[in-house]
Structure formats: structure tokens, C-alpha cells
């Protein structure tokens, strides 16, 4: 059983919108948060190590933000482009060492 | 960079036989991990291992077990191949404090 919620499970956008999804875990025993992207074909990369409360992480477009108190992350894309088009993974670290990923949100963006 | 390889990318074996994925780090990572990858149900642990010879079983370990006997090694084994054990294998690893490294996955199709 997934403890660790991501929605939506698909999006479809244009390129040039913006765009978020979420994640949703556990608030208790809480150690970290991990935000990858996975790309057809290729393994999925680390984009965020997320460890504090209210924690915000940018690299280039793509940002990400930290609730650990109500157990969710929000992960942004600003003008989104095709190459950006791959499945978002969030995975919660609790604090048994225990790494549990969500579902993923599958993000398609049309040129 | 850390370089996680994966034995085969496509696989395909009968019922029955005993089957081996092998996966390789290069980083000297105490921390190695193998996940399988199915539509709608996330990315699920099978097995971990926190060092030499060790193994912790994850979320669903029934039908594999797995061998660590060196450090940058970690084998996957399906003792006898079922048709429900068709999935996308991942390896990772991981260093203290840090994300998971992946492999590029190994398909595996059992006829």
C-alpha cells in the first residue's frame, strides 16, 4: 500500500504553461523527502533532497517546496518545455531508513 | 559521477528457471537496493542491502532472494521465474546522506 500519494497521475500541457504537482507522505517519523524525474528509457535522476520544514529548492525551471508538518511537497515547472516531459517520482525517507516512493505524475508537454 | 550498471537491459526467460540480475556500483556505496517498477503501483522494494553480506527484505521479497558478496556487487535472484514477476527491475545505490543512484533498469519478461 502506497503511503506516499503523488497526483495528479498524468498531465498533459502545453508548452510555455506552468505547471505543479504534489506529494503527499506521512508527517511523522519524517527525515527526508527525495524529488527524481525519470525519463523514457533512461533511469530515473535526483532532481531535490528535501530536509527541513519549509525548505524550497530551485534548479533552473523547476522548483520544489517542503510541508513537513501537514506531509506534503509541491514540485513547480515554470514554462514548461518538452524535454521536461517525464514521470516526476517523490519518495519519503522516514526516520527507520525507510524509503517509500509514490506513484509518480506523468508530465506531457505538447509543443 | 556515480555510475550504477545494470546487467542486461532486456531479458526474456521461461517459467521456472532460475534467474539471475546483477548490478554493479562504482562509488564504494554502503547502501544498495533492488525495486521493481509496475504501471499504476509506483516503484516497490524487493530487497536491500546495508553492507557486505547482508540483505533486509523490503516490501514485497517473496519469489527473490539476493546475494552481496562484495561491496560493489548486489544480484537479484528469482529462485523460479513466474509470469507475475514480469516488471521492470531497478537497481540503486546510495551513499550516506545522499540520493539514490539508479541503474537503467532491466525488463524482464517471463513467458
Known amino acids: 500500500i502506497l503511503n506516499v500519494e503523488q497526483s495528479p497521475q498524468s498531465l498533459h500541457v502545453q508548452e510555455g504553461d506552468s505547471t505543479n504537482f504534489t506529494c503527499s507522505f506521512p508527517s511523522s517519523n519524517f527525515y527526508a523527502l527525495h524529488w527524481y524525474r525519470w525519463e523514457t528509457a533512461k533511469s530515473p535522476e535526483a532532481l531535490f533532497v528535501m530536509t527541513l520544514n519549509g525548505d524550497e529548492k530551485k534548479k533552473g525551471r523547476i522548483s520544489a517546496t517542503l510541508n513537513t508538518k501537514e506531509g506534503y511537497s509541491y514540485l513547480y515547472i515554470k ?29 506531457m508537454v505538447k509543443p | 559521477d556515480v555510475k550504477v550498471t545494470q546487467s542486461s537491459r532486456y531479458l526474456v526467460k521461461r517459467t521456472g528457471e532460475k534467474v539471475f540480475l546483477e548490478c554493479v556500483q562504482d562509488m564504494d556505496h554502503e547502501n544498495m537496493f533492488w525495486y521493481r517498477q509496475d504501471p499504476g503501483l509506483g516503484l516497490r522494494l524487493i530487497y536491500f542491502s ?62
Do not use: W
Open chain 1, 79 to 107: 514554462g514548461s518545455q518538452p524535454e521536461d516531459s517525464a514521470t516526476y517520482l517523490c519518495a519519503h525517507y522516514n526516520a527507520g531508513n525507510m524509503l517509500t516512493f509514490g506513484g509518480g505524475t506523468r508530465l
Open chain 2, 50 to 111: 546495508y553492507d557486505v553480506k547482508m540483505k533486509e527484505k523490503g516490501d514485497i521479497p517473496e519469489g527473490y532472494s539476493v546475494s552481496r558478496e562484495k561491496k560493489e556487487r548486489f544480484s537479484l535472484i528469482l529462485e523460479s521465474a513466474s509470469t507475475n514477476q514480469t516488471s521492470m527491475y531497478l537497481c540503486a545505490s546510495r551513499g550516506l546522506e545522499q540520493p539514490q543512484h539508479f541503474g537503467d533498469g532491466t525488463r524482464l519478461s517471463i513467458l
